[in-house]
């Protein structure tokens, strides 16, 4: 093709989903990997029937965009050097998160100096359903409706939940935030003001350090508005919609229509679900929707009022987080590591 446009991706174990992305992704094309020579980097290569690349001196000169998928100073890895380097050779990149907020300052201060866009990833905004959830609480914030967020996350989830609530607020700021006492729980509490909006932050402080990946939730969204409630169960979906209550409409005597008879009210249901996806499961996450996600960053990269935009919000997204982290605490190691069952794995027939 030829306009397709080459990418180089750093990291294989993440950056599998970007590789997958940028195949899936119109209009560009995969490259090669870039590693340091682990097996997996090279089975990666081979199986994508792409090069392996073991330098940045080998990267051709006319590829000019890369995706670093390799964590930062808190994972002990050195994506913010690796991504200053592809843009000190001529490249826009894409870093996915999480970033510290020094870390995050220093790579745009980076950006400038070399005159290339970069643009940090939160990755979960590119979702179908979390879109969905973003435009809707959007349009219910300009109306006025929005009178608290309730947000639950598992502590990888805290900047990215941050940067969804973000979003869908249009800002964060003015921002001030607030962490209650720990009560000795595994779950520990935020009261937040983001761009005025009252948030309740609930965060699971537990980290497998033996695999970050193990998580017993993701996040979750709960918005108050004067005549209901919109909840986002899971980054996949749905979105539920639970209306304000129906009260029963009385005769001129006093009796609600115990008959049956219903008013236009009374025909609303009490819960509805206005929005899902097919049914999807873990597999069509991992080949479909991450890669998706993944791949969607580089059309905000290509957008340059988007891609300051977005890089504006994470800057206020790590300060916010900062904060928070420092409130709750270093996380506790998982007394049971987490592993996916279904309900009746656990407790058996269901009622």
């Known amino acids: 093709m030829t306009d397709c446009k080459p990418v180089i991706v750093a990291g294989s174990r993440f950056g599998q989903f970007y590789a997958a992305g940028i195949v899936q992704q119109p209009g560009y094309c995969l490259h090669a990997i870039l590693g340091r020579g682990s097996e997996r980097s090279h089975a990666l290569a081979q199986r994508l029937g792409v090069p392996f690349l073991d330098s940045i001196a080998a990267i051709p000169a006319d590829v000019r965009l890369a995706c670093v998928a390799v964590g930062g100073a808190a994972r002990g890895e050195q994506g913010v050097e690796l991504a200053c380097a592809l843009m000190e050779r001529g490249m826009d990149v894409v870093v996915e998160h999480p970033l510290l907020s020094h870390e995050l300052q220093a790579l745009l ?204 919000r994470s800057l206020d997204v790590a300060l916010v987080w900062q904060r928070i982290a420092e409130g709750i605490g270093f996380p506790q190691s998982p007394s049971v590591v987490p592993q996916p069952r279904t309900l009746h794995e656990l407790v058996g027939d269901l009622v």
């Open 109 to 312: 201060r980076e950006s400038v100096r070399w005159g290339h866009r970069c643009l940090l990833n939160t990755f979960y905004l590119h979702l179908p359903a979390v879109a969905q959830f973003i435009a809707l609480v959007q349009r219910l914030g300009r109306s006025g409706r929005v009178r608290h967020i309730d947000v639950a996350c598992s502590v990888q989830m805290g900047v990215a939940s941050l940067d969804i609530v973000g979003s869908a607020l249009e800002g964060l700021s003015p921002w001030s935030v607030q962490v209650l006492p720990d009560a000795g729980e595994c779950m520990r509490a935020a009261v937040l003001v983001l761009s005025r909006t009252p948030v309740r932050l609930q965060v699971l402080n537990e980290l497998d350090a033996t695999d970050d990946g193990r998580m017993a939730m993701l996040m979750r969204f709960v918005v108050t508005t004067d005549h209901g409630v919109l909840s986002l169960s899971s980054p996949f979906g749905p979105l539920i919609w639970t209306p304000a209550m129906a009260l029963p409409i009385a005769d001129p005597s006093g009796v609600y229509p115990l008959g049956g008879e219903t008013g236009r009210s009374g025909e609303l249901p009490p819960v509805m679900q206005i929005w899902h996806a097919d049914a999807v499961s873990w597999s069509d996450v991992h080949s479909k929707l991450w890669p998706y996600a993944a791949g969607a960053s580089l059309s905000v990269l290509s957008d340059a009022l988007e891609c300051e935009r977005s890089n504006q």
